[in-house]
């Protein structure tokens, strides 16, 4: 067993989103929940949620390049081969699990480039959350 730990934002009113990555899951099924701690030491634990893991070649329709990464000047370009036209979605998330950006766009067919930039961003590791027409996500560490 093994426990990630991360840092809260502190007090906040709006959701905030944390995520955290089991670099070596078990075959099959895996349970996992979250501990909040407050400030005071008192703490409580999200439900158990559980995720089967199989080791098998990908389904995934679509497949990403992120480049370059790290990304330089804060711009980077996302490439992907898609076998259908379709609605895709990128998500980017902070190191605290804040969204700190959306997007949406139709894919064409065959090869695809969208460049992206963040200037107004600070430096540090971010989270890509890519979305296909087909609801298959994949998931990118990009760093800026």
């Known amino acids: 067993m093994s426990c990630l730990k991360k840092p809260g934002a ?13 670099s070596k899951p078990y075959e099959g099924v895996s349970y996992y929940r ?4 407050d400030y005071d030491g008192k703490y409580e634990y999200s ?13 995934v329709d679509t497949k990403y390049k992120i480049h370059p990464n ?15 036209i379709g609605q895709m979605e990128l ?3 902070n190191s605290v699990g804040q969204l700190v950006y959306q997007t949406d766009w139709v894919s064409e067919k ?9 200037p107004e961003l600070s430096e540090g590791l971010y ?10 996500y994949q998931t990118y560490k990009i760093q800026f």
């Open 10 to 22: 502190g007090i906040s009113t709006v959701n905030l989103y944390y995520f955290g990555f089991d």
């Open 110 to 118: 065959g090869m695809n480039q969208r460049e992206f930039s963040f």
């Open 70 to 84: 790290p990304a330089i000047n804060h711009e980077f370009a996302l490439s992907y081969e898609s076998s259908s």
């Open 127 to 136: 989270m890509i959350e890519l979305k296909n027409a087909n609801d298959e």
């Open 34 to 37: 979250l501990k909040q701690t």
């Open 91 to 93: 998500k980017l998330f």
């Open 47 to 59: 439900d158990v949620e559980s995720v089967n893991f199989e080791y098998t070649t990908s389904n």
